[in-house]
């Protein structure tokens, strides 16, 4: 069974830093791995998609990537700002389920960035 | 989120009354999920669908039915509502893997 962990739970930064989040999944034959962003009472905002045989995606200040080998990605915010401040959801597609294409998370970083 | 929403957004019921929940597409997706979301336990998948009347069970299915005649529409039953279903709940969409994943703002639901 997949496993999807998050590092760390919480962290607060002051504005202006770079700071990386981390993920790890325990099954490393995943088809894809995406990063969401959720702000409080809202939804899952998508970040960046990658494929299992990409290595990186950037997406403005936000850069993603996978290792799968090592079962491991990161997401590398830039230059950080008070608006970042929201919980950050790893999630990855196994590639041998079959055509049901589930997603699996982890539990989520939630990142404070102070003014 | 453009393109999927979710009905209703909030409800209150009591126990053991049954709860339908909603979640309406426009995008022609071949996939949808629903999920709950509760504190210390993540996102976990309900049900899911691939296809009009193709659906199949997540890891926390029971209590729960789906059924999906059309395909913009997926609706999410709680047959005898307990305590333990109150949550928020997700819809997703997917065209296919390649793409990914698009969520529903969510409903949050409670059962008294």
Redesign the interface.
């Known amino acids: 069974k997949q496993e999807v962990t998050q590092i760390p739970a919480a962290l607060s930064v002051p504005e202006g830093e770079n700071l990386v989040l981390n993920c790890s999944f325990t099954d490393s034959a995943i088809?894809?791995l995406?990063w969401?962003r959720q702000d409080p009472g809202?939804?899952?905002?998508?970040l960046l998609?990658i494929?299992s045989s990409q290595r990186e995606q950037t997406s403005g200040r936000l850069n993603a990537s996978l290792d799968k080998s090592s079962g491991r990605s990161t997401l590398y915010i830039a230059a950080s700002q008070p608006g970042d401040s929201a919980t950050y959801?790893c999630?990855v597609?196994g590639s041998s389920q079959g055509?049901?294409?589930?997603?699996?998370?982890?539990?989520?970083t939630k990142l404070t960035v102070n003014p | 989120d453009a393109g999927i929403t979710q009905s209703p957004r909030h409800k209150v019921t009591e126990t053991g009354t049954p709860v339908t929940l909603r979640c309406h597409q426009t995008e022609n997706h071949r996939y949808m999920y629903w999920y709950r979301q509760d504190p210390g336990h993540g996102l976990r998948l309900i049900h899911y669908s691939y296809g009009v009347k193709d659906t199949d069970k997540g890891e926390v299915s029971d209590g729960y039915s789906v059924s999906r005649s059309k395909t913009e529409d997926f609706l999410l039953t709680l047959e005898s509502a307990t305590s333990s279903q109150t949550s928020v709940y997700f819809c997703a969409i997917s065209p296919a893997r390649e793409i990914g994943y698009t969520f529903g703002s969510g409903t949050r639901l409670t059962v008294v």
């Open positions: 088809y894809n995406q969401f809202k939804g899952l905002t998508s998609l494929q959801l999630a597609v055509g049901s294409e589930k997603l699996v998370f982890g539990k989520g």
